[in-house]
């Protein structure tokens, strides 16, 4: 974990609410996540910002239970029933960390060009003050968080098979982005498990 513009002695540190678990996934399991995901219908969808349409730079698939939509720029998506592996994994976190989810958002980075900008998840369909389940497959990258009043940075440098944990209160307080890191040319893949509110656009 790299602290950044500020050291565990300043007694206004804010420490974000979230867990490192590095070498959560064995190398089997990565295998078999790799392998599975080779088949996942990623896409790289458009979305509309102030009025113009662009493609993200990424492609995804929202895989989870029955009802369990979400809202992507103004698309509504229906998820894609668990592959086995995936399914596996959710069981996994259920069994090891006590976190129940019933969703999880792939991103698929094919290069460092590639990236998600900053956010907080705090999409109404998530279930308020959830926590928020991230594994990495592939290529280290740096999953960059800020504290939305304070400024203050703190990165988290990825490796495959890691596990990171959005605690609740997280998204309240402090927002998340991946930046581009332009010397990196091979993929990483990333599963964000969320607990989703279900049927919650048909209430
Ligand atoms: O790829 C990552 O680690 C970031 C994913 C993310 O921020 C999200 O899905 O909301």
């Given at each position: 974990?790299?602290?950044?513009?500020?050291?565990?002695?300043?007694?206004?540190?804010?420490?974000?609410?979230?867990?490192?678990?590095?070498?959560?996934?064995?190398?089997?399991?990565?295998?078999?996540?790799?392998?599975?995901a080779?088949?996942y219908?990623l896409?790289?969808?458009?979305?509309?910002?102030?009025?113009?349409?662009?493609?993200?730079?990424?492609t995804q698939v929202w895989f989870?239970?029955?009802?369990?939509?979400?809202?992507?720029?103004?698309?509504?998506?229906?998820?894609?029933?668990?592959p086995?592996?995936l399914?596996?994994?959710?069981?996994?976190?259920?069994?090891?960390?006590?976190?129940?989810?019933?969703?999880v958002l792939v991103n698929r980075?094919?290069?460092?060009?590639?990236?998600?900008?900053?956010?907080?998840?705090?999409?109404?369909?998530?279930?308020?003050?959830?926590?928020?389940?991230?594994?990495?497959?592939?290529?280290?990258?740096?999953?960059?968080?800020?504290?939305?009043?304070?400024?203050?940075?703190?990165?988290?440098?990825?490796?495959?098979?890691?596990?990171?944990?959005?605690?609740?209160?997280?998204?309240?307080?402090?927002?998340?982005?991946?930046?581009?890191?332009?010397?990196?040319?091979?993929?990483?893949i990333n599963f964000t498990?969320?607990?989703?509110?279900?049927?919650?656009?048909?209430?």
């Amino acid at each position: 974990m790299t602290l950044d513009l500020f050291t565990d002695h300043d007694p206004n540190i804010k420490l974000p609410p979230v867990v490192h678990q590095p070498d959560f996934l064995s190398e089997r399991q990565q295998r078999l996540l790799l392998q599975e995901a080779s088949d996942y219908p990623l896409t790289k969808i458009e979305i509309e910002v102030y009025g113009k349409k662009h493609f993200i730079p990424r492609t995804q698939v929202w895989f989870g239970d029955e009802g369990c939509d979400c809202r992507y720029s103004k698309t509504l998506i229906n998820p894609l029933p668990w592959p086995p592996v995936l399914s596996k994994l959710r069981q996994t976190l259920l069994q090891k960390c006590h976190l129940d989810f019933n969703a999880v958002l792939v991103n698929r980075y094919a290069n460092g060009t590639e990236c998600m900008g900053w956010h907080s998840d705090d999409e109404p369909e998530i279930v308020a003050n959830s926590a928020i389940a991230s594994i990495t497959l592939g290529t280290c990258r740096d999953f960059v968080v800020r504290h939305k009043a304070s400024q203050q940075k703190m990165s988290y440098p990825l490796q495959s098979g890691d596990l990171l944990i959005m605690q609740p209160g997280m998204q309240q307080t402090w927002q998340h982005c991946l930046p581009k890191r332009l010397t990196v040319n091979t993929p990483r893949i990333n599963f964000t498990f969320r607990q989703i509110t279900p049927y919650f656009y048909q209430l």
